[in-house]
């Protein structure tokens, strides 16, 4: 089993910026560097969506191309944690962000199917 806690989340201004954090943990000696690792979003009265992934192999990332550039991801095994950088947030990017992990290399994680374990979500919210 796979824990995962995302934090982070708040609310921020359009324009502004917010780094989500998603710390992973398990039985005694657990490590991330075995699991990919992606990034959804759950507006109200949207259907979930992906939004960037991370391979556990190479540290490959993948993005929906809708971001258009505004988000990164990237992962500190030593930390067993995965953060999501969201600059330039405007109020569509409003949602309930979840983490979620894969076993295995992950080189289609940018497809978002298939993650076995979820985080609990953190609240986004960009207003004026």
């Known amino acids: 089993q796979v824990q995962l806690v995302e934090s982070g989340g708040g609310l921020v201004q359009p324009g502004g910026s917010l780094r989500l954090s998603c710390a992973a943990s398990?039985?005694?000696?657990?490590?991330?560097?075995?699991?990919?690792i992606g990034w959804f979003r759950q507006a109200p009265g949207k259907e979930r969506e992906g939004v960037s992934c991370?391979?556990?192999?190479?540290?490959?990332?993948f993005y929906t191309d809708s971001l258009k550039g505004r988000f990164t991801i990237s992962r500190d095994n030593a930390k067993n944690t995965v953060y999501l950088q969201m600059n330039s947030l405007k109020p569509e990017d409003t949602a309930v962000y979840y983490c979620?992990?894969?076993?295995?290399?992950?080189?289609?994680?940018?497809?978002?199917?298939?993650?076995?374990?979820w985080g609990q979500g953190t609240q986004v919210t960009v207003s004026s």
């Open positions: 398990g039985a005694s000696g657990f490590t991330l560097d075995y699991y990919a």
């Open positions: 991370i391979t556990s192999i190479g540290g490959n990332t």
């Open positions: 979620a992990a894969v076993r295995g290399p992950g080189y289609g994680c940018s497809s978002f199917r298939g993650y076995d374990y």
